[in-house]
């Protein structure tokens, strides 16, 4: 067994700023970080666009209006004390990382720089030109380095250990495999912070890394706590067609055009994005592109619209989206510099989660703390996004609430004792498992079921939603998880680096969060943010203006939901109180 005060899963911008947190203000605590990846090859490491704050180095901005504009883009479903949090602390985590090392881009006069993005009313996004979380999570993971903390990279977390304790039933470790060595362990902590990132690998066409498949969110139904929100699953307009990897919104924030087969640039046809065009919020734009599809003003008729970029000119293509223009050469064969690039929405975040409250405590269906248990990052649900998340507010998130989770962990274990493990069973019990998965020896792959998977989460959940639809996925999901549980075949037999094994326990993920997305929305009966169900077009404050939860009861989902926090109301009643959502 290996012990350590805190533990950290997940090596991404959430978790590597959470254990920094703890090694930077409790350096006699012992902090372990286990990743499946290496902790750079996070996803963190691909976002590009920026970071959000109210910084005020271009505009007169303030922490209240970053905070409106995140409340009015969630269609007032984010917590509004959570939202509180974020915006206020923003200006503060950017400095913080700048000493750290990060290098943001520089405007003219020596400040940071501050580009546009969608849905926020001044220039706040930070940027290392179109590179930013691989910027800001090389100097985390050096500096965790560099203050002694633990790192388990390449050990996947199968199991966590929630049992009875001196609180209550709590979380006291979890069980992980390495992926070089086979070797099972027990990781043993007097708190665990869960902080695994995305599951955009359960839809066919996203641009999140391989290693999303929400494995956090599965430890966490496996152990019978609900997840937050689960039906709101934002779809980037702008993935790159055919492949679906992400051009970002900083190519917009630029001032790139959508158009479509008619040369339109048809945001404008649109009463609720004419004002804002292409710097609407993520859920609408993806929607008009989608209706553009559906009516045939596709490029040529097809699945995609054009982004065009060529007015901007080739020097500041070349200085301000470098990587943008990469990408298009490398997977689609165009430079932007001459013709314009073909996108589609592609899915790309997970706007629910593990609920927590502001201290990054896991909530359970009585909206009390889990003892041991903590969340932050995109697998957790603080509700700052609520029904569909702003860009660049998302690498703030992991920041701020990673920051304050380190800060809160090392709090919380000062008077806390090691919990008492009896180890054994758990490694028989891992062990009994990962063989089990080798002896699957049916005559479905797993790239098949997987794909089956996704396909039907894109058919039946995708930006259009409506009973019938998902009534019948659900079913389709069943078939397949019995597929998955009786005619599984795994090949690989090694015991060194078997990816096979580890992508036949992600798929388990994969149908499990599934199946939570799909109960979640199917539960919703209402149109909101990313939610748009086309049997209930409108918005219904009366009856859904709160969280819904979805948990896992004797094999079956279940569904409840808990309240939204409106705090804000107190400091400004009118700007805070849920209103018709326009741009
Ligand atoms: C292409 C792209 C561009 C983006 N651009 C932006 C942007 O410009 N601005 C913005 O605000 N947001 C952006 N986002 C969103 C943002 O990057 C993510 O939401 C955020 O980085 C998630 O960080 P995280 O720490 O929560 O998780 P991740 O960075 O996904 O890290 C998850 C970690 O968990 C570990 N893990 C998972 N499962 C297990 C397991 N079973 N055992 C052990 N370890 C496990 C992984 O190894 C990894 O270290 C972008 C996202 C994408 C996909």
């Avoid at 290996?2 to 703890?22: C, E, K, M, P």
């Avoid at 750290?100 to 926020?120: C, M, N, T, Y």
């Avoid at 065009?308 to 298009?328: N, Q, T, Y």
Wanted: charged share 25%; glycine share 10%.
């Amino acid at each position: 067994m290996i012990d350590h005060d805190v533990l950290i899963i997940g090596g991404g911008l959430a978790g590597s700023r959470a254990a920094l947190s703890v090694a930077q203000n409790y350096p006699h605590l012992s902090v372990g970080l286990i990743s499946k990846v290496h902790p750079i090859r996070s996803h963190s490491v691909a976002a590009q666009g920026g970071i959000a704050a109210s910084l005020k180095n271009v505009d007169n901005d303030d922490w209240l209006t970053h905070a409106f504009d995140t409340i009015k883009g969630s269609d007032y479903l984010a917590d509004q004390n959570s939202v509180q949090v974020l915006t206020q602390s923003a200006p503060e985590v950017i400095i913080d990382l700048e000493h750290l090392g990060v290098l943001f881009s520089r405007a003219e006069d020596g400040k940071i720089a501050q580009r546009p993005f969608g849905g926020h009313t001044y220039s706040r996004a930070c940027y290392a030109a179109d590179k930013t979380g691989h910027a800001i999570l090389h100097e985390l993971v050096m500096n965790l380095r560099r203050l002694g903390g633990t790192i388990y990279q390449e050990w996947y977390v199968m199991d966590l250990v929630y049992e009875d304790g001196t609180n209550g039933t709590e979380v006291k470790g979890v069980v992980a495999y390495s992926l070089e060595t086979s070797q099972i362990e027990v990781f043993r902590a007097k708190a665990v912070l869960m902080a695994t990132g995305g599951y955009g690998r359960v839809f066919n066409t996203t641009s999140n890394d391989l290693a999303s498949t929400g494995d956090g969110l599965c430890l966490t139904a496996n152990i019978g706590l609900p997840l937050q929100d689960m039906e709101f699953v934002q779809f980037h307009p702008t993935g790159l067609y055919p492949v679906g990897v992400l051009i970002s919104e900083a190519v917009r924030g630029e001032g790139a055009y959508l158009i479509n087969d008619l040369g339109d640039r048809f945001m404008a046809n649109y009463p609720i994005s004419k004002n804002r065009m292409e710097l609407s919020p993520r859920d609408i734009t993806s929607r008009n592109i989608a209706c553009e599809i559906m009516e045939g003003r596709g490029i040529n008729g097809g699945n995609y619209v054009y982004l065009d970029v060529r007015h901007l000119g080739r020097e500041k293509i070349l200085s301000r989206i470098p990587f943008a223009r990469e990408e298009g050469l490398r997977l689609a064969g165009v430079d932007c510099i001459d013709h314009p690039l073909p996108v589609r929405p592609t899915a790309h975040y997970s706007m629910g989660g593990i609920p927590t409250n502001i201290n990054c405590q896991v909530l359970g269906v009585d909206s009390q703390p889990i003892a041991g248990f903590f969340a932050a990052g995109e697998t957790a649900c603080v509700s700052v996004h609520g029904a569909n998340r702003l860009g660049a507010n998302s690498l703030l998130e992991c920041v701020v609430f990673g920051k304050r989770a380190g800060e809160k962990l090392g709090e919380y274990v000062s008077d806390r004792p090691m919990p008492k493990i009896v180890s054994r069973p758990y490694l028989i019990d891992a062990d009994t498992k990962l063989k089990r998965m080798l002896a699957k020896q049916g005559t479905s792959r797993i790239a098949d079921i997987r794909q089956q998977l996704q396909d039907t989460m894109t058919e039946h959940c995708g930006i259009f939603r409506d009973d019938q639809r998902l009534k019948d996925g659900l079913q389709k999901i069943q078939t397949i998880c019995d597929r998955y549980d009786h005619d599984l075949l795994v090949d690989d037999r090694s015991t060194v680096f078997n990816m096979e094994l580890m992508q036949a326990i992600e798929l388990r993920s994969l149908l499990t969060v599934g199946e939570i997305i799909m109960s979640s929305a199917l539960s919703r009966k209402e149109s909101r943010g990313a939610h748009s169900r086309e049997d209930y077009p409108s918005r219904d404050d009366a009856n859904y203006l709160k969280h819904t939860l979805g948990y896992v009861e004797n094999g079956q989902v279940k569904t409840s939901d808990r309240p939204v926090d409106m705090s804000l109301q107190n400091i400004d009643r009118d700007r805070f109180t849920p209103q018709e959502r326009k741009y």
